[in-house]
């Protein structure tokens, strides 16, 4: 059996932290800015982690 490719837009939007763990980030904060809070905006900016039901199948991609 052949390797599995990893998925190019899976390899751009997330990343794997030392625990294992698969970093992501918000979205809502491409464009359309004027109409959101400044404290919305600010929380988009931070990262977040990829919930457990979502997990195997990203992992799958990465």
């Given amino acids: ?3 599995v ?3 190019s837009g899976a390899k751009k939007r997330f990343k794997l932290t030392g625990s294992g763990k698969i970093k992501r980030k ?3 904060k491409n464009h359309i800015l004027t109409k959101k809070e400044t404290k919305q905006k ?3 900016t931070n990262s977040s982690l990829v919930h457990k039901s979502d997990k195997k199948n990203i ?3 990465i």
């Fill in 1 to 3: 059996m052949p390797k």
């Fill in 5 to 7: 490719k990893t998925k």
């Fill in 26 to 28: 918000n979205a809502f």
């Fill in 42 to 44: 600010r929380n988009l």
């Fill in 59 to 61: 992992e799958r991609m």
